[in-house]
């Protein structure tokens, strides 16, 4: 029976070495040489060459001149990228429902005085808690509130999401989205400019 | 659901059959010792390792041989990994400060990494260090991996061989699965991955200062690295809490279908291998149809169940409906970027396979959506199932339905011209048996239990819900959670580790009993009562025998939990 763990005992180090040492390694360093941007977590820097964060990464957004982002559960103030994780409430919940509810009501105040149906992703939490996007409809839904916020036509706006937005991967993966981070740094430099 | 939805779905299958025969071929190669594209880079790296162990490649082991190899193989491979993660806080690599975990949750994540489950008690991102993301998990996400591959090796010689005393040689199996298939597969992804924006580093965590001031703390590490044998060896274990769901783990549409095709790949090309192991395609393709047919089920009621607005939402005037502009449909719990239908597929194929990543949480599925994924674990995870693990499981229930076929017609069943007498039969409803065991017997005991119960975190008939999809998960070692479930209580880390092993080994062993009694049995010809196992009859039958002996055991349990949700919620109840 020990003569059994001796061969088993070598070969799970000679595995381990090689699957979770130098696999790994050699990994990070042909993604360092290949992809560096990627690699290092897509960071993005503002013009003033300050980190702002990835690009992949949810923030919060809640000024009210700021498109919003969506619920988020990670953390208690939401968008705790050490916490990524979500409300994991059943559709039956009335936590959820009730969450939902509030949200919905804090929201109608955004869409200007004739407010449309309201985009749900707008109210619900996202499954990571950093979702980076919003759907153009949740996008575009915010508009008569940061118009009136920042003093600009409501018009320059709509165009200014249009040209965010990121159409499906191949027209057929994914879904149409628009991502926050870089939708409010175009929005920043929109109203500087003017 | 919406068209574009229905074209990601067709594209998705067309992927998974097109690397059925490549893949399949290539492993049948791999496992028969024949030379393939990669010999002249891999081959001394082989004899290698075999030197360093001390192993003869040449020697073969009966089944005893090979079941004492493989539980030791894996004993060990549970030790060093409680190990590592009990003393991370003294070892290197260790940049976010995270100290040893409990005695509790190492035993939980050494029984669930060396089992191929991957279930997390524990949230990745702030509870590992970078050696145990490295040294301790991604190992065993290969060797357990490479483990259930080849007992399906075992099992499968077992049925080829006549009259022999040997399967095979476990060793060696794990090594070459290990070298030829998994490794390379696993780079060339990982390089995939981190081209689509997943971080590949040993510098972590990034601070940032967010565009609105206050800074993010942005924990990396090597995670494409991870990630890619996470996905190709249906293990599941994120290295963030959200686990595929996170936008470092999963970035874009292109990612997530990757990702996703890489959950079933190796699975569904294990059925090609079958097919030209046993010298007949069409035994493969017939239980590869099996596989897909339930598969393709469950997924269409799944994106269907997700698809639909939530009524006890309706009188908020939320736009729940599918359109150009937005996903719609149910939300809560999944990303944008994702949507439903990419959502829906991914949860049908890591529930089937028993990988157990997600990119949506289904603990915020409908109720009807959860319940096909509680389904698909239930059925023993044999719709394409783990690597290895899905196809042996599919082959118990082969053996019942060539059993329940033969008692029909009064001969003495047989199966690739292998007479299955009553020691088999035996040994695969003692497999069968595990899961229902796992699920009803360990589930109820955690109800009954206050330590186990206060795990529910949902009242009414979800909290049930919680609960069986826990068990399932567990004993399926699929790993994903309705991840309201508190697992991290010490009784619930020690009994889900418990169900784990118990599902794992008490499959495996009747199994490699079968394989061994089955290579000492004679070839016997086909003759004109031989039941022809590769029909459109045949695929039927088992079809029949997996959903009534398989799903049939649960019904009463599903009644109370996700159906008297779904009844509750479409008559407008909450909880």
Known sequence: ?194 | MTIQGLGQLALFLALLVAAVPVLGGYMARVFTGEPVLLQPVVGPLERGIYRLAGINPGREQNWSAYATSLLAFNLLGALLLYGEVRLQGLLPFNPGGASGVSPALAFNIAASFVTNTNWQAYSGEQALSLLSQMLGVTVQNFLSAATGIALLMALIRGLTRRCSKTIGNFYVDVVRGTLYLLLPLSVVMALFLVWQGVPQTLVSPATVTTLEGPTQILPEGPVASQLAIKQLGSNGGGFYNANSAHPFENPTPLANLIQTWAILAIAAALTFTFGRMVGDQRQGWALFTVMAVLFSLGLAATWWCESQPNPLLAGLNLDQHASSLQAGGNMEGKEVRFGIAASALWATATTAASNGSVNAMHDSFTPLGGLVLMINMKLGEVIFGGVGAGLYGMLVFVIITVFIAGLMVGRTPEYLGKKIESREIKLAVLALLVVPVGVLGFGALSLVIPAGAAAISQPGPHGLSQLLYAYASAVGNNGSAFAGFGADSTYQETMIGVVVLLGRYLTMIPLLAIAGSLAAKKLVPPSAGTLPTHGPLFISLVMGVILIVGGLTFFPALALGPVVEHLAMIHGNSF
Not at chain 1, 59 to 86: E, I, L, M, N, W
Not at chain 1, 170 to 182: C, D, H, S
Request: charged share 20%; aromatic share 6%.
């Open chain 1, 1 to 194: 029976m020990l003569s059994e763990f001796k061969p088993a005992l070598r070969l799970l180090l000679v595995m381990a070495v090689l699957t979770g040492l130098l696999y790994p390694l050699a990994v990070t360093g042909l993604a360092q040489l290949l992809f560096p941007f990627q690699a290092h977590g897509s960071l993005i820097e503002d013009n003033s060459g300050r980190v702002i964060g990835s690009a992949l990464v949810g923030q919060r957004f809640q000024k009210p001149g700021y498109f919003q982002s969506r619920p988020s559960a990670a953390g208690a103030d939401g968008y705790d990228a050490t916490q990524s994780g979500a409300s994991n409430l059943a559709t039956t919940s009335k936590r959820l429902i009730a969450d939902i509810t509030a949200r919905a009501e804090a929201r109608r105040a955004d869409a200007g005085p004739t407010p449309g149906p309201l985009p749900v992703d707008l109210v619900t939490a996202s499954a990571s808690g950093l979702d980076p996007d919003l759907s153009p409809a949740a996008a575009f839904y915010q508009i008569p509130r940061i118009a009136h916020v920042r003093g600009v036509s409501e018009e320059k706006l709509r165009i200014l999401v249009g040209l965010l937005v990121e159409k499906r991967s191949y027209g057929i993966l994914g879904e149409p989205r628009v991502n926050l981070l870089k939708l409010n740094l175009a929005l920043d430099e929109m109203t500087r400019t003017e």
